[in-house]
C-alpha cells in the first residue's frame, strides 16, 4: 500500500523560495500518478501540479506556472515541490496525492481521483 509523508514546509517572506518534499513508500512499479494540492484556510482543496511516473509528463496549475517545479529522479524517490517568487496567496497546507491503478498516464487535476493523501504541510507566506 502507497504511503506519503510531506515535508519542508515553513515560513517565508514574499519573493522567497521554499522545497517541499513528498516520500513514497509501498510502490514498486507500474503507473503511479503523483500530484501536489494546496487548501487555504476557508477554501476549497486546489490543484497545484501533476507528475506521471518519474517525470515523464508533467502539468501545472496556471497560478503557479513559472513559478513552481514537480520533479521526481524516478518512481521510488521523493516527489518535490519547488516553489519560487512566492507569495501570500500561496499561504496554505499543502498536500501530496497518489493514484497508481491506472491503465495509462493520464493524471487527473481532480482531487477526488486521488487514492492516496499524506497528511500535509504548512505553507506560510508573509509580505
Known amino acids: 500500500q502507497v504511503h506519503l509523508v510531506e515535508s519542508g514546509g515553513g515560513s517565508v517572506q514574499a519573493g522567497g523560495s521554499l522545497r517541499l518534499s513528498c516520500s513514497v513508500t509501498?510502490?514498486?512499479?507500474?503507473?503511479?500518478?503523483m500530484a501536489w494540492f494546496r487548501q487555504a484556510a476557508g477554501k476549497e482543496r486546489e490543484w497545484v501540479a501533476s507528475l506521471y511516473r518519474g517525470g515523464d509528463f508533467t502539468d501545472y496549475a496556471d497560478s503557479v506556472k513559472g513559478r513552481f517545479t514537480i520533479s521526481q529522479d524516478n518512481a521510488q524517490s521523493p516527489v518535490y515541490l519547488q516553489m519560487n517568487s512566492l507569495n501570500s496567496e500561496d499561504t496554505a497546507m499543502y498536500y501530496c496525492?497518489?493514484?497508481?491503478?491506472?491503465?495509462?498516464?493520464?493524471?487527473?487535476?481532480?482531487?477526488?481521483?486521488?487514492?492516496?493523501w499524506g497528511q500535509g504541510t504548512q505553507v506560510t507566506v508573509s509580505s
Open positions: 496525492a497518489a493514484r497508481h491503478d491506472m491503465s495509462n498516464s493520464y493524471c487527473s487535476s481532480h482531487s477526488l481521483w486521488y487514492r492516496t
Open positions: 509501498g510502490y514498486s512499479f507500474g503507473n503511479i500518478c
